[in-house]
T-cell receptor
Framework: EAGVTQFPSHSVIEKGQTVTLRCDPISGHDNLYWYRRVMGKEIKFLLHFVKESKQDESGMPNNRFLAERTGGTYSTLKVQPAELEDSGVYFC??????????????FGPGTRLTVL | AQKITQTQPGMFVQEKEAVTLDCTYDTSDQSYGLFWYKQPSSGEMIFLIYQGSYDEQNATEGRYSLNFQKARKSANLVISASQLGDSAMYFCAMREGEYTGNQFYFGTGTSLTVIP
């Protein structure tokens, strides 16, 4: 079974440009999450989709960030316009919608974004 | 306030020895889950072990065990018989509440180096 995949693995852009990150969750996983890790700091939650709906977007830093999940499958995270402080590693994770308390999240390898 | 605190930025352990990675958490919820993930240099986050707040026994998964001390709000990861392949970043995470789709809160991670 394929894991969570993310594209691209690296992106280097200049301040003011636009970047779109893509995440393909594990097939059948209704929950999809975006997280970000800025160098040396903790991994921070950005938002959570259940199927195509935004369940929780309390971690989105500002309106320069736009996340979508088309048809409840893959998701994109667009940053427009990018600022220097947006640099970091963006992780996508997915999990099943189930009652079992464990219900771990499966993470992708991340996209390393560098804004110059 | 930080919900997850990992106070050891870096740790070294001799091959075949045991090592404990510290994690303390802060929550007022009665129901929560604690998770440990491993991130090798390749970047992917690998789920290691889970401990539920109502679990009376410490969780174990192979060479990994979780030393859960509820009153002290600590959930330390113990790796026995360290191997060179254990060298990686380790993240402690918590999910609060009954809803298993809730976001994870992460610590800043501990970089473990296993010395031959």
């Amino acid at each position: 079974e394929a894991g969570v995949t993310q594209f691209p693995s690296h992106s280097v852009i200049e301040k003011g440009q636009t970047v779109t990150l893509r995440c393909d969750p594990i097939s059948g996983h209704d929950n999809l999450y975006w997280y970000r890790r800025v160098m040396g700091k903790e991994i921070k939650f950005l938002l959570h989709f259940v199927k195509e709906s935004k369940q929780d977007e309390s971690g989105m830093p500002n309106n320069r960030f736009l996340a979508e999940r088309t048809g409840g499958t893959y998701s994109t995270l667009k940053v427009q316009p990018a600022e220097l402080e947006d640099s970091g590693v963006y992780f996508c994770a997915s999990s099943q919608d189930r009652l079992a308390l464990r219900n771990e999240q499966f993470f992708g390898p991340g996209t390393r974004l560098t804004v110059l | 306030a930080q919900k997850i605190t990992q106070t050891q930025p870096g740790m070294f352990v001799q091959e075949k020895e045991a090592v404990t990675l510290d994690c303390t958490y802060d929550t007022s919820d009665q129901s929560y889950g604690l998770f440990w993930y491993k991130q090798p240099s390749s970047g992917e986050m690998i789920f290691l072990i889970y401990q539920g707040s109502y679990d009376e026994q410490n969780a174990t998964e192979g060479r990994y065990s979780l030393n859960f001390q509820k009153a002290r709000k600590s959930a330390n990861l113990v790796i026995s018989a360290s191997q060179l392949g254990d060298s990686a970043m380790y993240f402690c995470a918590m999910r609060e509440g009954e809803y298993t789709g809730n976001q994870f809160y992460f610590g800043t991670g501990t970089s473990l180096t296993v010395i031959p």
